[in-house]
């Protein structure tokens, strides 16, 4: 496993953000580490995803920055072009995994099925994104589908309906590395620049991670 994905399962939550104004990239990757989690995935789901991905590159190069939503080949290129350290994916096509192997990038793909799972092991990945996580079975389902991968290793990033209330049911999973949190910092905190809120959600989110024993304090 790369540093930057020992480093994400060592803080087991990552925040997935989607931001819609450039200006908000450094100061929302401020309130996240102030609250203790220096990570996030930035979604590219809007027009000012890849500039707020530079960005937090230029100016908080020590931060764990990822992109997500890699569909195509050229997203993955845009991405690593950016600044990105880690890249992140729904699901996985060959042309997309042969594109990311010659970034040399941490990759997370996704996998909901044996099949998607399957296609991940063969490409040389055993860490998988399962997306979205509460509409597809959630942590029932990932404990099932993780049994006939244990002798590979293979371990999972659930995304997708993950809140305060069932947290501690993914990070208790052995199969579960870390967590693609959303609600730590919404759209709608950021139009509002509540960075003070994201802060609080991040280091609820820590000190929930903490006292439940899946996180050393």
């Given at each position: 496993?790369?540093?930057?994905?020992?480093?994400?399962?060592?803080?087991?939550?990552?925040?997935?953000?989607?931001?819609?104004?450039?200006?908000?990239?450094?100061?929302?990757a401020d309130?996240?580490?102030?609250?203790?989690?220096?990570?996030?995935?930035?979604?590219?789901?809007?027009?000012?995803?890849?500039?707020?991905?530079?960005?937090?590159?230029?100016?908080?190069?020590?931060?764990?920055?990822?992109?997500?939503?890699?569909?195509?080949?050229?997203?993955?290129?845009?991405?690593?072009?950016?600044?990105?350290?880690?890249?992140?994916?729904?699901?996985?096509?060959?042309?997309?995994?042969?594109?990311?192997?010659?970034?040399?990038?941490?990759?997370?793909?996704?996998?909901?099925?044996?099949?998607?799972?399957?296609?991940?092991?063969?490409?040389?990945?055993?860490?998988?994104?399962?997306?979205?996580?509460?509409?597809?079975?959630?942590?029932?389902?990932?404990?099932?589908?993780?049994?006939?991968?244990?002798?590979?290793?293979?371990?999972?990033?659930?995304?997708?309906?993950?809140?305060?209330?069932?947290?501690?049911?993914?990070?208790?999973?052995?199969?579960?590395?870390?967590?693609?949190?959303?609600?730590?910092?919404?759209?709608?905190?950021?139009?509002?620049?509540?960075?003070?809120?994201?802060?609080?959600?991040?280091?609820a989110a820590?000190?929930?991670?903490?006292?439940?024993g899946v996180?050393?304090?």
């Amino acid at each position: 496993m790369s540093d930057v994905l020992a480093e994400l399962g060592s803080l087991r939550i990552v925040p997935v953000v989607e931001i819609e104004r450039v200006e908000d990239a450094v100061p929302l990757a401020d309130a996240l580490a102030a609250g203790g989690l220096p990570a996030v995935e930035i979604t590219l789901r809007t027009a000012s995803a890849l500039d707020a991905v530079r960005a937090i590159a230029d100016a908080r190069p020590e931060f764990l920055l990822g992109a997500g939503t890699i569909i195509t080949a050229s997203d993955a290129q845009r991405a690593a072009e950016a600044g990105a350290r880690f890249l992140v994916s729904p699901g996985l096509t060959p042309t997309l995994a042969a594109a990311v192997r010659q970034l040399d990038l941490p990759f997370i793909p996704g996998a909901v099925t044996a099949g998607e799972a399957m296609a991940a092991v063969e490409e040389g990945w055993d860490l998988v994104k399962f997306f979205p996580a509460e509409t597809s079975g959630g942590i029932a389902a990932i404990t099932a589908l993780a049994g006939p991968f244990a002798t590979r290793g293979v371990r999972f990033m659930p995304t997708g309906g993950i809140r305060p209330a069932n947290l501690d049911r993914y990070l208790a999973s052995p199969v579960v590395a870390a967590v693609g949190g959303t609600w730590i910092a919404t759209a709608q905190h950021l139009r509002d620049g509540d960075y003070a809120g994201i802060t609080e959600r991040a280091s609820a989110a820590v000190s929930a991670a903490q006292q439940s024993g899946v996180l050393a304090s």
